[in-house]
């Protein structure tokens, strides 16, 4: 689906976004028939609170105040969706950041995911207000639902080769180069861990390579695969694989940003590698104990084939440092102890350099895309080698399972230039513009972000 915003028309109504401590001043200016209807109908300014206005004056939205706004995000959808069907533009005091944060909300609030189902539209339409670019606040919605549809959509329909036709689709869209490893050629390519973890799978494993851009820093973007995880010869127990259709969200993730940066035409040399894999159980799945040789040369010890994500990425990882681009990003659904550290609803990252955290940070909180910073500490360095091989994929006594998964990555990669987002993708209840089901995170930060970073 695409969101986009609406071409205005003769029924155009305004919809009047009012915070509940300017609310009793923003009446006070208003008509005595206007002023006695939402006295009647109780207009206090909550989030949320929507009231349409008599004699055709449209509708008035409440905004909250900073206390309760700070609760959460997408403020205006949280009113948008109760509007009943039409056209509006928006009228508000909201500065420029937080006007196409609220407005990208209404987009966003439009999302459907229909594949299996039909499901009601939104029919509350907005009118791109002055003061934004409304181009590019598009791009950043449909880069979001792509990635939303992505993890939503059943690893049935979501495999190896789904995944890789959706890079395919992306890829044509913008004009995009793409190639495909697949299945055995990965072994004559050197990719040997992303075909062991796949090989057990009736659906072939692949990398998938694409390529955008002539000019300006080269940017590559790393994600996470795994179209569904049964924690191979490790078996997860049942209430641990039904969420495993979204294992893959760290390449939905990226896609996502990938849309957006060709869609603005960033200029950037962008690459994006996806290692795309089932971990299935099969004869010949890989073992407990098995020690594999990865591209990079360093030997990884199976102590969980579980902890296959990180093996995949290792791969795609040593490949991408070896072009030497001015910036890696991965991300992937990788632990559960990230989950366990932050929550479902904050992307923690992982990067050595201040700057990139710094400009990462600023655009975050301009954007309510919110992450967390989690330290690359050094000192458990020792805790992921296993004395047996170079490295141990997954070690023993559960203490800080997202860090050494993250030091695990970054042995992959000989630039400090880094960053690795242990993302969630997946909101677990509804909220604002965010229906229950598979989310981007961190995504939207790093688009803002990327300008500076780069030094575009």
């Not at 990079?296 to 990425?313: F, H, P, Q, S, W």
């Amino acid at each position: 689906m695409t969101l986009s915003f609406a071409t205005p028309d003769s029924a155009t109504r305004p919809v009047h976004l009012v915070d509940d401590t300017a609310a009793p001043e923003w009446l006070a200016k208003q008509s005595q028939t206007i002023q006695d209807w939402a006295a009647t109908h109780g207009f206090k300014g909550a989030i949320g609170q929507t009231l349409l206005l008599p004699d055709d004056a449209g509708a008035i939205v409440g905004y909250g105040n900073e206390h309760t706004r700070a609760r959460g995000r997408f403020h205006l959808a949280a009113g948008a969706v109760k509007l009943p069907a039409g056209t509006y533009t928006l009228v508000s005091d909201l500065d420029a950041d937080a006007l196409a944060t609220e407005t990208l909300g209404w987009l966003l609030a439009g999302y459907r995911f229909d594949r299996y189902k039909d499901q009601a539209p939104m029919g509350a339409r907005l009118v791109a207000p002055e003061g934004i670019d409304a181009t590019r606040v598009e791009a950043i919605a449909n880069g979001e639902a792509l990635s939303r549809t992505l993890i939503n959509t059943p690893a049935s329909d979501m495999g190896p080769p789904d995944l890789e036709q959706a890079a395919r689709n992306l890829a044509s869209a913008f004009g995009a180069d793409i190639a495909v490893t697949v299945g055995d050629d990965l072994l004559t390519q050197n990719f040997p861990m992303i075909h062991t973890v796949g090989r057990a799978a009736d659906r072939a494993p692949r990398l998938v390579d694409m390529r955008w851009g002539g000019t300006g820093p080269k940017l590559t973007l790393v994600g996470k695969g795994v179209c569904f995880d049964t924690g191979g010869l490790n078996l997860k127990p049942g209430a641990s694989m039904g969420l495993m259709k979204k294992d893959m969200g760290g390449s939905a993730a990226v896609l996502g940003l990938a849309h957006m940066i060709m869609a603005t035409r960033m200029d950037v040399q962008l690459r994006v590698l996806i290692p795309a894999v089932e971990n299935s159980v099969a004869g010949n799945a890989f073992r407990p104990q098995d020690i594999l040789t990865s591209r990079k040369g360093l030997t990884v010890e199976i102590n969980n084939t579980d902890a296959e994500g990180r093996l995949v990425l290792a791969d795609a990882l040593a490949l991408a440092d070896e072009d030497n681009p001015d910036l890696i990003i991965s991300m992937a659904t990788l632990t559960g102890a990230a989950r366990v550290a932050v929550g479902p609803d904050l992307a923690p990252y992982y990067v050595d350099d201040a700057k990139l955290a710094a400009a990462l940070e600023t655009a975050a909180s301009a954007t309510a895309d919110p992450v967390w910073r989690m330290p690359f500490h050094t000192p458990y360095e020792a805790m992921i080698e296993p004395g047996i091989a170079d490295l141990d994929n997954a070690p023993k006594g559960g203490f800080a399972g997202s860090i050494t998964a993250a030091l695990f990555l970054r042995r992959f990669v000989e630039q400090n230039r880094y960053m690795h987002f242990d993302i969630y993708g997946w909101q677990p209840s509804d909220a604002p513009a965010r229906p229950k089901g598979g989310v981007g995170q961190g995504t939207r930060a790093l688009f803002a972000a990327l300008p500076d970073m780069l030094g575009l």
